[in-house]
């Protein structure tokens, strides 16, 4: 009895140190706890800025199976699709072949809104499928195996095929659909509904394989501010902006290049835009709502069309036409300032002239020949734009040019 009750003693002597001791104990744990926790707290305040965390989140990027390497300058010529479907197309990929030329831009959506793909028969687009190109994959597998880089041309906003299918989305006169002196319908940049229409056909052109969808006619119509009062046209969102007409107009064309900069993303492909070479002489156009500057932050690549034929009296040249080397150069003057001031600036990629136009004479029509497309390359190369593209509009190019003749 004595051991049990001297064990009983021993216990609560035990229970009491415990008693005192297990508070002590608890609380120096938690203040070492919370030790513990501000330093690991003030260690995570310098952790993220050693981390290296990606800047972006990876997208998903549609894959088409072709291997076709960015040149070390695009030099390119204008295909249409009717010339694709014949025999001279081979003679233009020999001629490709046997040159310093390195890229086709190819029509996929022509100047009158048709597309020259032959499409499925349960394609939206049957009606405006006129099948020049029959095998598009064909027509990329032979270019990938040639190493000629696929340019897709979409001639957006002028499109006489859904101007008359839909003339709400264009622009009316007296109840019918206004064209211009040479009887082409355009459809109006107000219209995100003709936005969406054309980034699906550069959707179609992308995931076929091409590497640049080219937005060419991204502008209103020519001399639109002089015909602004008398045409009848819904300005959509943009009724409401608290903007002149001539910004307006310059805000929907370049919200458009924003959007379809967006909705490629997801392309492996570039963005360039076709766009008048004046443009980026003045601050904007103010009737085709054309702004250089603000096109240019939203593409890769800008194509100024600055064919010297296109050309009043201008730089101080009478006449333009027949001065291509002097012509170009002022301009790449004036466009490598206008560049210069952008963060960003896209791949300068201008449209030269290999072609006459008979419409400036009375009598016979200057001769573009070997000389003044040299002129024109040459005077690009000069001013440190290596990239360019030959326009004629038969294609039928002039043999015999040097096209890199600074090298």
Do not use: C
């Not at 009062?229 to 910004?247: A, H, I, P, R, W």
């Not at 963060?343 to 449209?351: I, T």
């Amino acid at each position: 009895m004595r051991q049990s009750r001297q064990w009983i003693k021993i216990a609560a002597v035990f229970l009491l140190l415990t008693m005192i001791w297990l508070p002590k104990s608890i609380h120096a744990d938690e203040e070492s706890s919370t030790k513990k926790t501000i330093a690991f707290h003030e260690h995570r305040e310098v952790v993220p800025q050693k981390l290296e965390i990606p800047s972006t989140i990876p997208r998903f990027t549609y894959q088409t199976g072709y291997q076709f390497e960015y040149p070390e300058a695009v030099r390119g010529i204008y295909v249409t699709g009717p010339t694709v479907s014949v025999d001279r197309f081979d003679n233009l990929l020999k001629y490709v072949d046997d040159t310093e030329l390195n890229s086709m831009v190819i029509d996929i959506k022509e100047d009158h809104g048709n597309l020259t793909l032959k499409v499925d028969e349960d394609s939206p687009y049957k009606d405006i499928a006129q099948g020049y190109i029959q095998d598009p994959e064909k027509l990329l597998s032979t270019l990938e195996e040639k190493g000629i880089y696929p340019i897709a041309r979409i001639v957006v906003f002028k499109d006489s095929v859904l101007a008359h299918k839909r003339p709400d989305l264009s622009f009316t006169k007296n109840g019918e659909v206004w064209t211009n002196g040479k009887g082409e319908a355009f459809v109006s940049p107000f219209q995100k509904e003709v936005w969406e229409y054309n980034l699906k056909i550069a959707k179609m052109a992308a995931k076929l394989g091409f590497k640049d969808i080219q937005f060419d006619y991204v502008r209103f119509p020519e001399g639109f501010e002089k015909r602004d009062t008398e045409l009848n046209y819904d300005q959509g969102d943009y009724k409401d902006v608290e903007m002149n007409s001539v910004k307006k107009r310059v805000e929907a064309v370049t919200d458009f290049v924003h959007y379809a900069k967006n909705e490629m993303s997801n392309f492996d492909v570039d963005v360039s835009v076709d766009i008048f070479g004046y443009s980026a002489t003045i601050e904007e156009a103010p009737g085709i709502g054309q702004n250089f500057s603000r096109i240019s932050k939203n593409v890769d690549v800008i194509s100024s069309m600055i064919y010297p034929s296109h050309w009043t009296p201008y730089f101080g040249i009478d006449k333009p036409d027949t001065e291509p080397y002097k012509l170009v150069s002022e301009y790449a003057k004036v466009e490598n300032k206008v560049l210069s001031q952008l963060d960003e600036p896209p791949v300068s990629r201008p449209w030269i002239q290999d072609f006459e136009a008979p419409w400036l004479y009375s009598g016979s029509a200057f001769e573009y020949g070997v000389e003044e497309v040299e002129a024109q390359i040459k005077a690009l190369n000069e001013h440190g734009i290596e990239e360019f593209l030959i326009w004629n509009p038969v294609n039928d190019y002039t043999e015999g040019v040097d096209y890199t003749p600074l090298d």
